[in-house]
Structure formats: C-alpha cells, structure tokens
Nanobody
Framework: VQLQASGGGLVQAGGSLRLSCAASGRSFGSYVMGWFRQTPGKEREFVAAINWSGDRTYYADSVKGRFTISRDNAKNTVYLQMNSLKPDDTAVYYC?????????????????WGQGTQVTVSS
C-alpha cells in the first residue's frame, strides 16, 4: 500500500489542523493505521493508532484529549484531527500502516510509511 499524507501547515498555539493520509490499493480496510511524528535529532514517536474498523483507537499520553484519529474505509483515508495545538506539537507527521495491532505504538512494527507533512505551531 502507498500512503500520501497532507494537511500540515503553520498554526498558532490553541488552533487546530486536520491531517489526512490517503492510501492506494483495495485492501486499506485490512490495515491498522498509525500516526507518528518526528523532530530533528529525536526519534520518531507514536501519536495515535486505529484498528481496521475504526472502533478502537489508541493515543500517546501527550495528545490524549486533544487529538482524534479516525478513518473512512470507503475513501481509503485516515485522519488526525489536532485541537488545542501547542508549540511542542511542532514536528513532521507521518502516517503508517501495519497488518495487526501488535506493537501499534512501535515505529519498527509498521510496514508502510507515507512521506511526512510538516506541522508548525507558533507561540
């Protein structure tokens, strides 16, 4: 599967952004989808994940209550709604896909990655 992330940009602290990740292929509904983020000099960190049907979601503590992951299998797209953004949320955000929920918060468990989209939050 090929993934294409979009929706990043510059936003003021307290603002919102919605990231999208469009997937190619007919088997999108069989993948667990995740969002990760990375800043220079740091490891790529887990942000959120969602199961195949979208009824189970998982979040990093740092974004819980502010970010929402969702998916539309008919559109082969996963979303990350980001509210109450903070300067610490500034990063390149990546979407990723894997076949099962094991290790959903571990970047090396994911098989497919999209290119990143830059999110910058100004104070």
């Amino acid at each position: 599967v090929q993934l294409q992330a979009s929706g990043g940009g510059l936003v003021q602290a307290g603002g919102s952004l919605r990231l999208s990740c469009a997937a190619s292929g007919r088997s999108f509904g069989s993948y667990v989808m995740g969002w990760f983020r990375q800043t220079p000099g740091k490891e790529r960190e887990f942000v959120a994940a969602i199961n195949w049907s979208g009824d189970r979601t998982y979040y990093a503590d740092s974004v819980k209550g502010r970010f929402t992951i969702s998916r539309d299998n008919a559109k082969n797209t996963v979303y990350l709604q980001m509210n109450s953004l903070k300067p610490d949320d500034t990063a390149v955000y990546y979407c990723a896909a894997k076949s099962n929920l094991r290790g959903y918060d571990r970047r090396y468990e994911y098989d497919y990655w999209g290119q990143g989209t830059q999110v910058t939050v100004s104070s």
